[in-house]
């Protein structure tokens, strides 16, 4: 089925979303205005996390509201430059991907998260956060909900890899020089990511 642009806004706007030229954001007094939680993850063993990139969580980040979340989460990530590409869970193992950035959105349920590799930071999710991960940030999901339900998303062109060891100086290299969009996944262009995520 074909929306038009009228049918899109009101769907939208139902989900707390607007258009704004090419991105979407969040309505006016939505809770994502408000800035994410950023932190830096230092290597830590074989998990070589991102030494340029933080990791930003968003509490609250997508109102999840109405019969299908995840729906809207893809739309909102698409708009602003974040294709999903799966809907499923965190693995409940330690790894990363080294070829791509991610996004992690919590379409339902709540889960435990260690960030950053064995005995790292751990994080708790619910459903509407959004959490985006630079790559080479270690994750694992070390206990969750029974209806717990991601959209996973990525910058264009970029495919991810699993890694569950060390890799090579010379694909870190190339992983801390992975572009990514100039637009934040939740908030659209004038987010945070593009003040926080800053190459050079």
């Not at 990139?53 to 974040?82: C, I, K, Q």
């Not at 969750?144 to 090579?168: K, N």
Request: charged share 15%; proline share 10%; hydrophobic share 35%.
């Amino acid at each position: 089925m074909t929306l038009q642009r009228r049918q899109f806004q009101a769907i939208l706007g139902m989900l707390g979303l607007v258009l704004c030229g090419s991105s979407v954001r969040m309505a006016r007094g939505a809770t994502s205005r408000n800035s994410p939680d950023s932190f830096m993850l230092p290597p830590n063993g074989w998990v070589p996390n991102n030494a340029h990139l933080p990791v930003l969580h968003y509490r609250n980040g997508f109102p999840t509201h109405g019969s299908d979340p995840a729906s809207g989460m893809e739309a909102l990530f698409t708009a602003n430059g974040w294709p999903p590409r799966w809907r499923w869970g965190v693995y409940d193992f330690h790894h990363y991907h080294s070829t791509a950035h991610e996004v992690l959105g919590i379409a339902t349920g709540s889960a435990q998260l260690r960030l950053g590799g064995p005995d790292a930071r751990l994080v708790t999710v619910r459903a509407g956060d959004v959490v985006v991960l630079p790559a080479g940030t270690g994750h694992k999901n070390e206990g969750s909900s029974d209806d717990f339900l991601v959209v996973g998303a990525y910058p264009p062109d970029q495919d991810f890899d699993l890694q569950r060891g060390p890799i090579p100086p010379a694909a870190i290299t190339i992983m801390n020089r992975l572009p990514f969009p100039s637009t934040d996944p939740v908030q659209g262009r004038d987010g945070a990511l593009p003040r926080l995520w800053r190459t050079g």
